[in-house]
């Protein structure tokens, strides 16, 4: 297709298990069944945040995009507010996907889901158990066991699990407490350097972010572990890997992407968590990203 298309941007909402979400999309012009690309964003995070950093590179190529908000983020309806549950975020893309299908300029056989960090694990579950219409996903820096990741934090799972125990009434009476995603001095839901970093010095610049997350979240969170649907794809995956990420540790996602039968491409950057969102390094792997795409769609 044609380098730098134009192309329409504006805001919606769409129904989502009862609920209205928020989304952005991005529609080429002159392309009349554009294949379409699904994106969410990571932990506690907001589509504002780099919908603008990565949509255009795909809508410039003759890819309609939706960006959107899960269910209790942003602005998006739902309660409690901050509510991080994992299968109802995968529930979400599926009725994003399903609003696509709806867009008349978007052809409905050929979509992709997209997600980073947290929804990066998100992308393989929707490859496991995936909608009709659905060929590939992409994959950033994935979370593929949280409970491995856990461990890699604490070295034991009694800390989250004994917060949680000692707020579990309250949580379900409905009047949750609430952790920070990040934290100075303190328990947080993550605790590296870097995303602390990223979380204050980007995320908080935007006026619907929340640097909080239901504590009944950590345990769904502990149990959403999508790397053991990894033997269930069959689908092309694109996973992008930073070699010094301390937040979601490489070498789990490579177990995980050698146990998938499917094409998988990895594509691994020597830099930290949060720096695949920094430029040019995000250049550099949205013009691959669309590439990969365009080639399998």
Known sequence: MTSNLPYEKKETFFPCNGEKCHGILYLPSGVKKAPALV???????VKEVHADDYAPYFAQKGIAVFVFDYRRFGRSEGMPRQALYPMDQVSDYRCAISFMKTIEKVDPNRICVWGTSFSGGHVLTLLAFPESGLKCGISQVPNVYSYR??????????PVLMLYSQNSKDCCEGRPSYIPIVSKDGIAALMTKEAYEYYTSIASKYETFENKITLDSLTHI?????????????????????????????????EV??????????KEYNVGHFEIYKQPLLNEIAIYESAWLLERL
């Open 39 to 45: 994106m969410g964003m990571g932990f506690g995070m």
């Open 149 to 158: 990741t856990a461990l890699e934090y604490f070295g034991s799972l009694e």
């Open 222 to 254: 502990l149990a959403y572990n999508p790397g053991d649907y990894s033997h269930l794809i069959k689908k092309p995956l694109l996973m992008i890997i930073a070699s010094k990420d301390q937040t979601t540790p490489p070498k789990i996602a490579k």
């Open 257 to 266: 992407a050698d146990r998938i039968k499917s094409e998988v491409t990895i």
